[in-house]
């Protein structure tokens, strides 16, 4: 089986509102900018695209397939679609190698949250029968998960806060946060609650903005002289859509992801937890076994700004750039989608034999 | 053993989503000028095919397309459909025409309604003009454009169609 590389890795400014633009003026800039990372010109130089969208998210429907506009599409390339975030494009564009069906893949997300109540649209991605008609936001189902994690003593306030202002102080270094401060502890629990026991800073922002990254076999990777970070694994693992029947304290789809991608033969520098709410990513770390060896989240994580749809493959990028700068010999991405940590995607990334 | 119970075939779950839409940075400059009765174009900087309604992008090159170009509302027709059922919310009584057009200083086609024809006689090539409602009416729509009617001007073979330069068809 031929080893898979990222290769490049871009995104763009994650903002509460993008303003006029539409998904492929949101889009077109950060392929411009991941093309020119890799050195290609444009689409036709990779053997696959795939994109993570959402066409709820701004209310304008097939913008999936406008957004294919942006890719100079002519002549014809092979092109698929998730309607999940582009983490798992990632994962169908790295079965697509695997097969053998090609080298090289371009794999993008975008979300323009801003048009809409997001909370409110996330809705509707619930049980339609029993679950959608109550029209419970994402932020209350978030809500009540904080709520029985505290009943159950297994968090503080305190410890939720710390995560906030960890990533707040963190987000100071990422060039393309939505909020980044020197916060402290104490600021964060001095908010007033918003959705009980949440305050807003537990929650992350509405972002607009994409992502983008270039994926090849090491072959492909080596012949184009890119530096490099190796894909040792990924995997995917979901829950019922029933909560009642989930343990919401606990995120076992999460760990069993991570123990088919490989996550535990070595160990873990960095990782970037997609974790909407605070007190999701210590559900994470602890479901991950992470440990004080793990810097958590170096990049602010999505707290410090969450664009739907391609925040899951940014977390994949983050990790890439710590292992090429060097700041990291290997790391693992996380992504998530559905309410309260449903459904769970886990990358492990390795520095190249060469990079 | 129990008592017959009603077949659930379906539940009403109506959804509401209220959104903020916008149009999109090319496609506001595209309808701030038609609402000022302008059909703007814009230009690809690599292939220099002209687009109109703008999207943002030229499909073919994947860059922006920047460059504003006017365009005439004079136009052929690229391809066309004869509508037999009402359409709701069309205004027109069937059996009307739909068609693809050119623009002539554009090289994409818009579709667009014509009128004012006989239905039997048109034809891929033929040359139309819009028909544009009072200015009093103008809005941020392609409705600014009633429909396009034909007009008196030789057919345009069909390998040039969608090639026609702004100033219109020689013939
Ligand atoms: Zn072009």
Redesign the interface.
């Known amino acids: 089986m031929k080893d898979i590389a990222i290769v490049a890795y871009q995104q763009s400014d994650s903002v509460s509102d993008a303003?006029?633009?539409?998904?492929?003026?949101l889009i077109?800039p950060v392929?411009?900018r991941t093309f020119e990372q890799a050195g290609l010109n444009?689409?036709q130089d990779v053997d696959f695209v795939c994109s993570g969208s959402c066409d709820?998210l701004?209310?304008?429907a097939f913008a999936f397939v406008?957004g294919?506009?942006?890719?100079?599409?002519?002549p014809p390339i092979k092109e698929s679609h998730v309607e999940m975030d582009a983490a798992w494009a990632l994962y169908e564009s790295i079965l697509k190698i695997r097969m053998g069906h090609a080298d090289s893949a371009l794999i993008y997300g975008f979300g323009k949250s801003?048009?809409?109540?997001l909370p409110?649209?996330l809705s509707?991605q619930l049980d339609?029968?029993y679950l959608?008609?109550l029209w419970v936001d994402s932020i209350s189902l978030a809500a009540l998960q904080a709520r029985m994690m505290l009943d159950k003593g297994l968090i503080t306030e305190r410890d939720m806060a710390e995560v906030v202002s960890r990533s707040r102080r963190n987000a100071m270094n990422n060039p393309h946060a939505q909020l980044s401060g020197d916060i402290s502890v104490d600021d964060v629990l001095a908010e007033e609650t918003y959705l009980s026991p949440l305050r807003k800073a537990d929650c992350s922002p509405i972002s607009d903005g994409a992502s983008a990254i270039i994926i090849a076999t090491v072959e492909q990777a080596r012949a184009w002289g890119l530096p490099y970070a190796v894909i040792s694994g990924i995997d995917h693992c979901i829950e019922t859509h029933n909560l009642g029947m989930r343990d919401l304290t606990d995120s076992v789809s999460t760990r069993m992801a991570a123990n088919r991608a490989g996550m535990n033969t070595g160990k873990v520098d960095v990782a970037e937890l997609y974790a909407p709410f605070s007190h999701q990513e210590i559900i994470l770390a602890r479901a991950l076994g992470l440990d004080d060896s793990t810097q958590v989240n170096p990049s602010g994580g999505v707290l410090a700004g969450n664009l739907m749809m391609a925040s899951g493959l940014s977390r994949v990028g983050e990790v890439f750039n710590r292992i090429v700068k060097g700041e990291a010999q290997r790391g693992i991405a996380h992504a998530t989608s559905g309410p309260c940590l449903q459904h769970n995607l886990v990358t492990v990334l390795e520095k190249g034999e060469n990079a | 053993m129990s008592d017959e119970q009603d077949v659930i075939t379906g539940i009403n779950a109506p959804v509401y989503l209220k959104y903020n839409f916008t149009a999109g940075a090319a496609p506001s400059r595209f309808l701030t000028q038609l609402k000022k009765g302008v059909l703007m174009g814009q230009r690809c900087p690599k292939c220099s095919a002209v687009y109109v309604p703008a999207r943002g992008s030229c499909a073919l090159c994947g860059v922006a397309t920047e460059e504003d170009v006017q365009l005439s509302d004079k136009a052929t027709v690229e391809s066309f459909t004869i509508v037999s059922i009402p359409i709701p919310g069309n205004p027109i009584e069937p059996p009307f025409v739909v068609a693809n057009l050119v623009l002539d200083g554009s090289n994409i086609s818009l579709i667009h309604l014509l009128s004012e024809c006989e239905n039997s006689e048109v034809r891929i090539g033929q040359r139309v003009q819009g028909v544009w409602k009072p200015e009093s009416e103008w809005d941020y729509s392609m409705n600014n454009i009633r429909y396009f009617k034909p007009i008196d001007e030789p057919d345009v073979p069909a390998e040039k169609i969608g090639k026609l330069p702004v100033t219109g068809w020689e013939g």
């Open positions: 303003g006029a633009v539409n998904e492929v003026e077109m392929l411009a444009s689409a709820y701004q209310g304008a406008s294919v506009d942006a890719l100079g599409a002519v801003s048009p809409g109540e409110v649209v509707q339609p029968y959608a008609p």
